[in-house]
């Protein structure tokens, strides 16, 4: 995986534990499976840039912020 792709991920992640929600609700607000955000926080599958909109969507925050 590149290391940009996982600074994306790692990011992700950081967002959602700072903002104190689960891993569980976060794929329930954005409409994907539990798993499948498991599986993208685990850096184990890269989401396609819908996703990545749909989390941050729900997360509050402009994309763009997930690459910084």
Do not use: C, Q, W
Request: hydrophobic share 45%.
């Amino acid at each position: 995986m590149e290391p940009e792709t996982e600074k994306i991920l790692d990011n992700l992640r950081k967002t959602r534990i700072s903002r104190k929600i689960s891993l569980l609700n976060l794929a329930n607000m954005a409409g994907i499976s539990h798993s499948h955000l498991y599986y993208i926080e685990s850096k184990r599958v890269i989401p396609s840039i819908d996703v990545i909109i749909k989390l941050a969507k729900v997360l509050n925050i402009n994309p763009a912020v997930l690459f910084e």
